[in-house]
């Protein structure tokens, strides 16, 4: 089992359609869980970084956390075009003075006029 | 958050020899990651790059075939040392500054 399971889509959606975006992971060590936004032959780019269980929201994107379930979200409200581009799921790992991120495969979207 | 600058860019290599990205950031750090995203994979950390000690290398990543360099707090290098096509993937270095921060990567095509 990998420690973060991410849909690779691809997903299509129509301009102004809700999406959402999921991602599992097994590792209770996970502390902050973050989401990128990556653009073809671009790196990523981080759009919503959280620690708790619960929902942060930022202009059109809410991350919602479920570390009971470990479980976490990414919504899209009223979806452009320019969303179109991957999604990464990340997640922080510590131990002693050492940290990494883990990432999901990532989901590609696609928003269609 | 910091700005990362990566390059080269993208380069195509031949098989057997050695490639080094540079990695420059504009802020002071004490870590500078290495990762690799390979086609269809998740992103993957190769080794953390402490100023003044040795990198630490992940499961799987040696340093014989991934040479880095810290010389300094604002810089790193990283080498894929002969390369085969199995190399070919793209390599991005990242800084923690008020949150993860990626630079634009360099994509590896070994022929």
């Known amino acids: 089992q990998k420690e973060v399971e991410q849909d690779p889509g691809p997903l299509s959606v129509p301009e102004g359609a809700i999406v959402s975006l999921n991602c599992t992971y097994s590792?209770?060590?996970?502390?902050?869980f973050m989401w990128y936004r990556q653009y073809s032959r671009k790196g990523p780019e981080l759009l919503m970084y959280?620690?708790?269980?619960g929902n942060k929201e930022d202009g059109r994107f809410t991350a919602q956390v479920d570390k009971s379930s470990k479980y976490i979200s990414l919504f899209i409200r009223d979806s452009q075009p320019s969303d179109s581009a991957t999604y990464l799921c990340?997640?922080?790992?510590?131990?002693?003075?050492?940290?990494?991120?883990?990432f999901g495969k990532g989901t590609k979207l696609t928003v269609n006029p | 958050s910091a700005v990362i600058s990566q390059k080269p860019s993208r380069d195509i290599c031949q098989r057997g020899t050695s490639l080094t990205i540079q990695c420059q950031v504009d802020?002071?750090?004490?870590?500078m990651f290495w990762y690799r995203q390979q086609p269809g994979q998740s992103l993957t950390l190769i080794a953390t790059?402490?100023?003044?000690?040795?990198?630490?290398?992940e499961s799987g990543f040696v340093i014989d075939k991934f040479p880095i360099s810290r010389p300094n707090l604002t810089f790193s290098t990283l080498t894929v040392s002969n390369m085969s096509p199995e190399d070919s993937s793209i390599y991005l270095c990242?800084?923690?500054?008020?949150?993860?921060?990626f630079g634009s990567g360099t994509r590896l095509t070994v022929v």
């Open positions: 990242s800084v923690n500054l008020y949150g993860y921060t």
């Open positions: 590792n209770s060590a996970f502390q902050y």
């Open positions: 959280t620690y708790s269980s």
């Open positions: 990340a997640m922080r790992w510590t131990q002693g003075g050492s940290e990494k991120l883990v």
């Open positions: 802020s002071q750090v004490t870590m």
């Open positions: 790059a402490n100023q003044g000690s040795e990198a630490t290398y």
